[in-house]
């Protein structure tokens, strides 16, 4: 017996709205192609982000629908660096509604936005919640990074070497991810350290938060300015053996995920008045 189709893009349009009325969770990956430093790809952030979902999708496809990638976001701050490409903020917003829009249009009541890139976050919060808005509350949408998930941000605090700031970005959890998926693409002899923040309050963590004594300042100079290679961490202590360990604890955190926005009631709207 075939196993059930989890992938959007190579369904047919009867077998999509077959899939519709089984109230699986629409999952969207969203990143973008920025420098990640020396060592890395400028495709980091899409090939992590997506993989995460694909082959969380992959596993649970019973309750997964997993919808093409949107792989360009918001990344103005990093166009010093050759490669960047970046869609301007509210073009991006209004791409990612009109996807959302589109799925909610043929029947999907859940839709699940899964972040990899940290510039994106704030626009897809706006997406997320405009989605709800603009179904009149028929349809639930959410957005989160994926580096957040919980079990993810609890491996981190097992395996981790550097110290708060290390895992920012092309660092010790991107790299190590990059290296579980496709070493062949990784250069750890240019790998290096970066940890110059503009401000403590700015010091800002994949899996770990902030300082404990900063405020939660939200600010982003351009990217050339505190980093000459890209880099804001440390790389030099990614492994393949921690990108396994995040790798795993992303897919099991995502499902989780899942199956706690399936549960999530979709209740009618009261007007007051």
Known sequence: MALPKFFLGEMTWPEIREVVKEDRVA??????????????PIDTDVLLCTEVCRRTAERFREEIVLVPPITHGYSPHHMDFPGTLTIDG??????VLDICKS????????????NGHGSNTPFL?????LTIIET????LCGAVNYWALGKVRQVAAQIRETELGGMSHACEFETSLYLALKPELVDMSKATREMSY???????DLTGGRPPDASHLVMMPYWSTFSSSGVRGDATKATREKGEKFLAAA??????????????PIRPRVDHH
């Open 125 to 129: 919060e706006v997406a997320a919640r």
């Open 103 to 114: 799925l909610a249009h043929h029947g999907f009541k859940r839709i699940l936005l899964v």
């Open 90 to 95: 509210h073009t991006f917003i209004n791409y």
């Open 27 to 40: 999952v969207v990956p969203v990143a973008t192609y920025e420098d990640h430093g020396h060592h890395l």
């Open 251 to 264: 897919i099991e955190g995502l499902i989780e995920l899942v199956r706690e926005v399936r549960q999530c």
């Open 136 to 139: 009149e509350g028929k349809v």
């Open 198 to 204: 503009p401000s403590k309050s700015l010091v800002t």
